[in-house]
């Protein structure tokens, strides 16, 4: 008898290369959509750089390394093709984790399957926002190809209203086909006791991927401008990217070098621990649709200063007490240091902590659904 599946497809190996926490977050899907329904199981298939390809059998999640990490969607779909029919699969809905090379994979191997199985499309990114195509050539690119694709898909996941009303204006999404599911952050088991006291560490942090499209040399130049008026603060870099050296260069020589602390990529545990030597967390992306780790910043304790992004004013419009300002790069540096020391004295409401756990406990459930809904609306 053949297994009903749900499939996850990943072809740039995103998940495999994630580390524990993305498989850990992977596993709660699979829990939650064992609890919905037992009929479904859990695939994902990724690649991999590792020489030898291996795979990971549980009994609510598999994970398959099928190839080294690509861009070509057809030769990737051929390979999940012959997997699939290896172990008697029957796929019930493909789950493209962008509108790129994941969809393109999960739309030829539903060709190649000789059905019409239903594409669930993630859009994590605020992408339709016509300021994120400027920001280089390849988000050009992206931004076009993602006009063709998302209207070809069965259904399209969003994490915030805002892309919701960007997709549908500028990439003509029926809005019935749109589900409005938030990311699943990591929540620290408690607010640190450091929001306790009068002043947080003279810190100014940056958490997360180290590419131009998060606004890192706007971060150099914010970190420039308060240093012209006083030299007492510290940097932390938490995360890693393709332009991390660059970065870390012109950082280090926009202020002294012993005041630039790198702390490389964090674990969950590792992250919830160096929350405690941040002041205040800085996000200067152009474009943010939804802001995980602002938010994660925020349930620890650290104050949030960001540029006004679509995902920023959500945050905006809950926080009230403070906590969280906009941050106007263009500002002189007067203006900048008195706002930096404005957010090292702000505590975090806990009203909105309780909250925001509540809301953040819910998202598994809602994706789960989403992907079941989808199924039964094919069938």
């Known amino acids: 008898m053949k297994q009903s599946i749900i499939v996850i497809l990943d072809p740039r190996g995103n998940i495999s290369s994630g580390g524990k926490d993305v498989i850990k977050r992977h596993n709660l899907y699979a829990n939650e959509l064992t609890n919905h329904s037992k009929i479904y199981k859990l ?31 057809v030769m990737f779909a051929f390979k999940a093709k012959k997997l699939l029919k290896k172990y008697n699969f029957d796929v019930k809905l493909l789950v493209a984790g962008d509108p790129w090379e994941s969809f393109w994979s999960s739309y030829f191997l539903g060709k190649f399957l000789g059905k019409k199985t239903p594409i669930q499309t993630q859009v994590h990114g605020d992408i339709a926002d016509p300021y994120w195509k400027k920001i280089n050539l390849i988000n050009r690119a992206r931004y076009y190809l993602a006009k063709v694709s998302l209207p070809k898909s069965t259904s399209v996941r969003a994490v915030s209203r805002q892309q919701v009303i960007n997709l549908s204006k500028n990439f003509k999404i029926k809005l019935s086909k749109i589900d409005v599911i938030p990311v699943l952050i990591k929540v620290p088991s408690k607010t640190l006791a450091v929001n306790k006291v009068t002043n947080r560490p003279r810190t100014i942090g940056l958490v997360g991927r180290i590419h131009e499209d998060r606004g890192i040399w706007d971060f150099v130049r914010l970190v420039k401008a308060i240093n012209s008026l006083t030299n007492d603060f510290k940097v932390i870099v938490i995360g890693t990217g393709n332009q991390k050296s660059s970065f870390l260069k012109k950082l280090k020589l926009a202020i002294s070098n012993k005041r630039v602390i790198y702390l490389g990529q964090l674990s969950e545990k590792e992250l919830n621990n160096a929350w405690n030597k941040i002041g205040v967390l800085v996000s200067l992306s152009p474009v943010e649709s939804y802001g995980r780790v602002m938010r994660e910043a925020l349930l620890a304790g650290v104050s949030v200063w960001a540029t006004p992004t679509s995902g920023a004013k ?20 007067k203006i900048l240091n008195k706002s930096f020391e404005s957010l090292l004295k702000s505590k975090i409401d806990l009203k909105y902590r309780s909250k925001f756990i509540k809301e953040n406990s819910g998202y598994a459930a809602k994706l789960i659904n989403s992907w079941l809904s989808v199924i039964k609306k094919q069938n």
């Open 314 to 333: 959500d945050l905006f419009k809950e926080c009230k007490g403070g906590q969280i300002r906009v941050l106007e790069l263009n500002d002189n540096p």
């Open 43 to 73: 695939i994902i298939l990724t690649s991999s750089s590792e020489q030898k390809l291996t795979k990971n059998k549980g009994n609510k999640l598999e994970i398959y390394q099928i190839s080294k990490p690509t861009h070509n969607p």
